[in-house]
């Protein structure tokens, strides 16, 4: 187990403003650690584990394959607590069953485009890879394949971002048909702890994931989270120029993102002391978030 021994759930802080331990957490043990639970092989093939599939209207509709685990912990994650408790939730699937979920969500809504979301797809790489393989034998369903990452697998695995290429490349004569979508939370040391729940040693990971994403020809966009509740015009700008740094069009190419605290969010947030952001008074859907929550732990509230 990490980070003393302690499970990563999600972040909470002391009346007097420090964290519960294990906060601030070791992303990169996390990554082994929460591997362990929902990464395994079965006679060599690689699977996942996953919640559910299903179509959203994000990026002109897009049919979505929800897989368990991440490496982070922010504190405005919209995702449920399988996030938290990957031990909990979900099922094992192989690549091809994955492949196939999405096509038929595909078929049925008259879609050409899929990711897979609801966690850190490059947990699992070798199974990403084969998700990715089977997707390029029938490029003529698909116009798009998004992989939504934080950047700490490629930050710290050097040869992740150049097999990425080879599904997801900027030039058009690869026909390929990926794209990374990074997400930067931080650019300075206090807000990058406060937001992610790392501790502030790693905040250059997810840079160096777009440096590598860059220099390896990846097609790729960052997202940044520039809503003022969370990240200051200090830190945004901090962020754009360490993007510029790498190559102007990274920049130029960004994803400003607001929030909306979905349910899960609201606990998360409450449990750092952001009622700023939630309100002083509990909501229905935090409530039911709350409720929602393994038992062993609601009794352990601070
Ligand atoms: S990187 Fe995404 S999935 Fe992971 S904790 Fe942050 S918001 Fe949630």
């Known amino acids: 187990m990490p980070n003393s ?11 007097d403003g420090s964290y519960d331990l294990p906060f601030p957490m070791d992303p990169v ?3 082994q650690y929460t591997r362990g639970i929902v990464c395994k092989k079965v006679d060599g093939t690689p699977y996942r584990k996953y919640t559910k599939f299903y179509a959203v209207g994000v990026y002109g509709g897009i049919a979505t394959a929800y897989s368990v685990g991440c490496n982070f912990r922010c504190v405005f994650c919209w995702v449920d607590w399988s996030r938290d408790w990957p031990e909990l939730y979900g099922e094992f699937y192989s690549p091809e069953q994955v492949y196939l979920q999405l096509r038929a969500i595909m078929q049925k809504q008259s879609l ?3 990711r897979i979301s609801g966690a850190e797809p490059t947990l699992c790489p070798e199974h990403l890879y084969q998700v990715l393989d089977l997707v390029h034998q029938d490029l003529k369903a698909f116009d798009l394949f998004v992989i939504e990452t934080n950047g700490v697998v490629i930050g710290t695995e050097s040869d992740v971002a150049k097999r ?23 650019g300075l040391p206090a807000p990058f702890v406060e937001k992610t729940g790392c501790s502030e040693k790693f905040l250059d990971l997810p840079f160096i994931a777009a440096e590598r994403l860059w220099d390896a020809g990846v097609s790729f966009h ?22 510029s740094n790498i ?4 920049r130029r190419g960004v994803e400003e993102e607001f929030l909306d605290p979905y349910p899960h969010a609201l606990v998360r947030l409450r449990a750092v002391g952001r009622t700023d952001v939630t309100g002083l008074a509990k909501s ?8 929602d929550m393994p038992p062993d732990w609601q009794q352990t509230q601070i």
């Open 222 to 243: 960052v997202a940044v989270v520039v809503d003022p509740r969370f990240t200051t015009e200090e830190e945004k700008l901090e962020i754009y120029s360490r993007l």
């Open 284 to 291: 229905s859907r935090e409530r039911h978030a709350e409720k």
């Open 112 to 114: 050409r485009r899929a």
């Open 29 to 31: 043990e996390l990554t």
């Open 5 to 15: 021994e302690i499970p990563v759930r999600f972040a909470r802080k002391r009346p």
């Open 247 to 250: 190559h102007p069009s990274i």
């Open 164 to 186: 990425i290429a080879t599904y997801a490349s900027r030039d058009p004569h690869d026909n390929t048909v990926g794209h990374v979508r990074l997400s930067i939370r931080g």
